[in-house]
């Protein structure tokens, strides 16, 4: 029990203390590094899937590494609204030129941009890393590793999951493979939602039945925490047994 209230304490006291967009768990992404595969939840339904590349160097939260965080993110920001699909960007600013798919010996970020923000510890420098998922013109490459640590799609597939997905939707990047999901079935491994009453020194009120559709990043970090907490305890439980 102690255990678990200071890890809790320890998430909520690295909480940005900069203004970060609400996190709307309505929506949800999960993508799976080994399947290399995104698949977009709205109130736990499946709604689509697409083929996608991770990072060529692996996985990790560390500056300078061009490595894939994992765990929860939100979206924090989305850039290129109504541009051209095969737009290029630099700087997050569109250049004018407009690629093809696999134009020979280009590789910019193209199309739009979904930037992330990372929830968690493991994945606290992903915003400052820019890491974002968005559209390049090497499509022949998706399906494998072949970013510099960001999410590559196909330039109409990214077009396509940014109309769907709202700032604040919820991210999970997984090393396994994707939890198998049927359309119209609801997906409860990866909602969030707190479904079993934590210790009673915790107000967890906000998080079971928060106020709106969105949560803050405090309320996040405790839901991950305390789901954390109960897979750890039922590990040790079967263990023993």
């Known amino acids: 029990m102690f255990r678990v209230l200071a890890l809790i304490c320890s998430l ?21 590094v080994r399947d290399q595969k995104l698949v977009l939840l709205r109130n736990g339904e499946k ?7 991770t990072s060529m160097f692996g996985l990790g939260d560390v500056w300078g590494r061009m490595t894939t965080p994992l765990g929860y993110l939100a979206v924090e920001k989305k850039i290129g609204d109504n541009a051209p699909v095969g737009a290029v960007f630099h700087n997050r600013r569109m250049t004018g030129e407009v690629l093809q798919p ?3 010996g280009r590789d910019p970020i193209t199309t739009r941009i979904i930037w992330l923000r990372g929830l968690e510890a493991q994945n606290a420098h992903a915003f400052q890393r820019c890491i974002y998922i968005h559209g390049t013109p090497q499509e022949k490459n998706i399906g494998r590793p072949a970013s510099y640590g960001c999410i590559r799609m196909k330039s109409k597939d990214v077009a396509d999951l940014y109309q769907q997905v709202p700032v604040g ?10 939890p198998k999901l049927e ?12 479904t079993t ?16 559709s969105s949560l803050t990043t405090e309320q996040m970090r405790m839901a991950g925490a305390l789901a ?7 590990i040790a439980s079967s263990k023993r047994l």
């Open 12 to 32: 909520i006291s690295a909480a940005s203390a900069f203004g970060v967009a609400p996190v709307d768990t309505s929506s949800e992404l999960i993508i799976s």
């Open 47 to 53: 709604v689509a899937m697409y083929p996608v590349s």
């Open 102 to 104: 696999d134009t020979p």
């Open 169 to 178: 939707a919820v991210v999970q990047i997984i090393p396994d493979r994707l």
């Open 183 to 194: 359309k119209g079935r609801p997906h409860h491994e990866t909602t969030l939602a707190v």
């Open 197 to 212: 009453p934590p210790a009673p020194q915790i107000s967890a009120t906000a998080l079971a039945t928060p106020p709106s």
């Open 228 to 234: 954390g907490a109960r897979q750890k305890t039922k």
